[in-house]
Nanobody, 127 residues
């Protein structure tokens, strides 16, 4: 069965760090670009990062540049999102998703570019 499963969310104080994991099953992660999205209560789902499989380049939303880093371990078939210097406005449910291509196209934060989604993991940043 083709699926993605996120883990690693939790409660963290402002300025803290978390690393989210996205385990893939039923397909080879390295063949696809992987996106991370988040959705806060009452808000639209927004793109956070897109990691291209072709060259390992990553695109980030302006709101997380310099604080978040996407990566992957092909041997474990798992993608990661390292989140540092977390802020209360980062509070959301975080999702990973499989892009329909191996590279992040120009509309890489459009949800229509992704065909497989994980169930999400909650990240809460609060003191």
């Amino acid at each position: 069965q083709v699926q993605l499963a996120e883990s690693g969310g939790g409660l963290v104080q402002p300025g803290g760090s978390l690393r989210l994991s996205c385990a893939a099953s039923g397909f080879t992660l390295d063949y696809y670009a992987i996106g991370w999205f988040r959705q806060a209560p009452g808000k639209e789902r927004e793109g956070v990062s897109c990691f291209s499989s072709t060259d390992g380049s990553t695109d980030y939303a302006d709101s997380v540049k310099g604080r978040f880093t996407a990566s992957r371990d092909n041997a474990k078939n798992t993608a990661y999102l390292q989140m540092n210097n977390l802020k209360p406005e980062d509070t959301a449910v975080y999702f990973c998703a499989r892009h329909i291509a191996a590279y992040c196209s120009g509309s890489y934060f459009s949800k229509y570019e992704y065909d497989i989604w994980g169930q999400g993991t909650q990240v809460t940043v609060s003191s």
